[in-house]
């Protein structure tokens, strides 16, 4: 069992994690100029279903956002957050995508962590890690009708492994807490960063185009 300071940390890295990862989908929904209904709404959805195909997944039922009232009050302040500040938001350094790394570190870390508090393997462990870390942003792009982050030429997956990765090792040596869950997050985010301002991604097939003397 989780240590109680621990338990906090998690539920503070988690809520955070709602947070930004709504945040993006409120901003996703504001560039489509969608009503407050539905910035709200997408906010909520990629907020939320990171976490919930994770418990469900975990057999933790019901998923932590239907039996604790301060996801669906973090996810719905995300929403708002976004609607009525997003020419402001939209004034910074490309903010979608800050916003999506920040909840993409926050919540490989938890989804890692809570894998592994429920005594799955290492492996399924970091697997269940980079599913609530992408979920998320791979509806947002669904709803938004775009080819998911995570399938484009870009560090988006790996990067949410490699975090998921450090917590599971961290734990499997005898060194789980806030320092490996914290130095996690910030792996994750400065991949992730770096791939997109260096345009760092992974390969993709050859096309037509491609082959010598065309």
Excluded at 35 to 43: E, F, I, K, N
Aim: glycine share 12%; net charge neutral; aromatic share 8%.
């Amino acid at each position: 069992m989780p240590e109680p300071h621990e338990s906090m940390l998690m539920l503070v890295l988690d809520l955070a994690g709602t947070f930004t990862f709504g945040l993006s989908g409120g901003l996703a929904a504001v560039r489509a100029r969608l009503d407050l209904y539905g910035v709200v709404v997408l906010a909520g959805c990629v907020g939320l279903v990171g976490g919930i195909i994770r418990d469900i997944l975990l057999g933790a039922l019901p998923p932590a956002t239907f039996s604790d009232w301060r996801y669906l009050v973090t996810v719905a302040a995300a929403g708002l957050v976004a609607f009525f500040t997003g020419p402001t938001l939209e004034r910074l350094y490309r903010p979608l995508n800050v916003f999506d790394a920040a909840g993409l570190s926050l919540f490989c870390v938890t989804g890692a962590t809570k894998a592994l508090e429920f005594h799955v393997g290492p492996a399924q462990a970091v697997l269940l890690g980079v599913i609530t870390a992408t979920g998320g942003g791979m509806l947002r792009d669904v709803l938004m009708r775009e080819v998911p982050t995570v399938f484009r030429q870009q560090l988006y997956a790996v990067p949410a492994l490699i975090g998921a990765a450090i917590v599971v090792a961290a734990t499997e040596l005898g060194h789980p807490g806030a320092a490996a869950a914290i130095a996690a997050a910030m792996v994750c985010f400065l991949i992730r960063m770096a791939g997109l301002y260096f345009g760092i991604g992974l390969p993709t097939p050859p096309s037509e185009r491609d082959k010598p003397g065309e």
